[in-house]
């Protein structure tokens, strides 16, 4: 019997109080922290079953680590969904790939008429942790987020950003300055049309008052960028900031703003809104991050989709811009659990085998962009001068530049299957010049490898980094065999290992949060 990734996908138990877990190897003694992580963990309830990955209720795991001990503990985020859903024991909420079937305690009209509203958004926060203000936050892509405590992994106050700023949704991927500022970006469409906006939450005020209770204030949007397709906008997951600039990059998977006011009465779930429509070219906004001020040129790029950045970093006049890509945007509908729990096997005839190899490979690009264009520009030369760069900007008319990418790899990167979730020494190295970054490869529908790039060589796997890399390492093929791994960030070496004797699902994002936080 071939084995199966349909335990990746699984409904799981909590694990409220932490429990010791089995380590072998040295956990290095200087490490004082927790592993925060987040990821769909309940798939059902009552006969209901969700219908894509995505949508899995949210849950938070915490890998405690302090003296060469780790401890585990998991629990369900308490949101409005999670809460309805269980109190009703059938899905009530509709998720970003299942839609909630009208009440069958209703009458037949009553019944009928619920098609024609529009469901509230989620507050399913499940895709990863944030902060603001130095408060953590789990997020998912609407307009809410919800406060936890980041020790306990209570539960805490549901936010909703547009009390706080005129925005429709927030991504779940931030940045950071170093004056502890927090940016992201969020949607808002009206009248006037349809925006992206740059949104900045100031630090925490220093002799702030201690209270227990949630801090957007001051929060103020500081760029509204306006959707070069009104009617069908830009889906986006997260975007470009180096020390001076953001960039906000309007891909062409594309949401179909009739369909998404039709959908309801269509019985359709958003994502079968989300369009992959590569007759659209790729389009760069470059936005003064200290100003506002949106620059008058558009610098465009052939059809691409990214839904990761790796750094972005100024060198003499160029923005360089590292990025996972890939070229068909089909793919984020396609992870539906029916297509994840077919089976996996080494039989080239599986299906999921089938799947895994219709999906576009995700890999590391270089965009470089010259942040000095103006009408004495000469057109079609190459405006990218420094010799290091193999990536091209050209001014194909007055206000419009056209760019073609530098592929950040070599030949042995595809024996892996391309990469994905990168990450970066960010507090260090976050908008500045960097070597080295960190990933998942892709050789089977999840991530089965972990990888580390040196982006000056294109090589994998060099030393030149000093700390430890964590990661969650799961097999499908064994029960409660889930051990959190940590390699010598230097080496790419295994220290040591923690075994958890609980069953943990696939996650999406994570945060590491120091002991002195």
């Avoid at 040591?496 to 994570?510: K, S």
Wanted: proline content about 6%; overall charge negative.
């Amino acid at each position: 019997q071939c084995p199966t990734i349909e335990p990746l996908v699984r409904s799981v138990e909590e694990t409220p109080d932490p429990i010791p877990t089995t380590i072998t190897g040295t956990i290095p003694t200087w490490i004082n922290g927790s592993l925060l992580r987040n990821g769909p963990g309940k798939f059902e309830f009552g006969k209901d079953s969700y219908t894509h990955w995505f949508d899995g209720m949210a849950m938070m795991h915490r890998f405690h680590i302090c003296e060469g001990n780790v401890t585990y503990c998991s629990r369900f985020l308490r949101s409005d969904s999670f809460v309805t859903n269980s109190e009703k024991n059938r899905i009530v909420v509709s998720e970003f790939g299942t839609l909630a079937l009208p009440d069958p305690c209703k009458n037949i009209f009553a019944r009928f008429f619920s098609r024609f509203q529009i469901p509230k958004a989620t507050d399913n926060a499940s895709v990863n942790f944030v902060t603001y203000k130095g408060d953590y936050y789990v997020s998912t892509e609407t307009n809410y987020m919800r406060r936890v405590d980041p020790q306990s992994l209570e539960t805490k106050e549901k936010v909703d950003w547009s009390q706080y700023i005129a925005v429709n949704s927030a991504t779940a991927h931030p940045h950071y300055d170093r004056e502890g500022a927090t940016y992201n970006m969020g949607n808002s469409y009206g009248k006037s049309g349809f925006f992206y906006n740059i949104l900045r939450v100031p630090p925490p005020e220093e002799k702030a008052a201690v209270e227990d209770s949630a801090d957007l204030n001051g929060a103020r949007v500081i760029c509204s960028i306006r959707a070069s397709e009104p009617r069908k906008p830009s889906y986006y997951h997260s975007f470009v900031m180096s020390e001076n600039y953001i960039v906000f990059v309007e891909q062409p998977i594309k949401l179909d703003m009739l369909k998404l006011i039709l959908y309801r009465i269509q019985g359709k779930s958003l994502n079968k809104v989300l369009t992959w429509d590569p007759q659209y070219d790729t389009i760069f906004h470059l936005v003064n991050r200290h100003t506002g001020k949106e620059s008058e040129v558009k610098y465009r790029a052939a059809p691409m989709f990214t839904l990761h950045q790796i750094n972005a970093f100024e060198d003499n006049g160029l923005l360089v811009m590292d990025m996972c890509c890939g070229d068909d945007g089909e793919v984020i509908g396609n992870f539906t659990l029916e297509n994840l729990r077919r089976g996996f096997s080494s039989c080239l005839s599986d299906f999921v085998w089938q799947f895994y190899n219709s999906m576009c490979r995700n890999l590391p690009r270089r965009y470089v962009l010259p942040l000095t264009v103006d009408e004495e520009t000469p057109l079609d030369q190459n405006l990218v001068s420094l010799q290091n760069y193999k990536a091209t900007a050209k001014k194909t008319k007055p206000g419009e530049v056209y760019m073609t990418h530098e592929e950040l790899y070599d030949d042995e990167l595809l024996q892996y299957g391309g990469l994905e979730f990168p990450q970066i020494n960010y507090d260090q190295y976050n908008g500045r010049p960097y070597r080295y970054f960190y990933s998942c490869g892709f050789g089977h529908v999840f991530s089965d490898s972990l990888l580390k790039m040196d982006v000056h060589t294109k090589e994998l796997k060099r030393a030149g980094d000093d700390g430890v890399v964590l990661s969650v390492i799961i097999t499908p093929r064994e029960e409660k065999s889930t051990f959190l791994l940590i390699l010598d960030a230097k080496t790419f070496t295994e220290l040591g290992r923690a075994v958890v004797p609980v069953n943990i699902p696939y996650g999406t994002h994570g945060v590491w949060q120091s002991f002195a936080d």
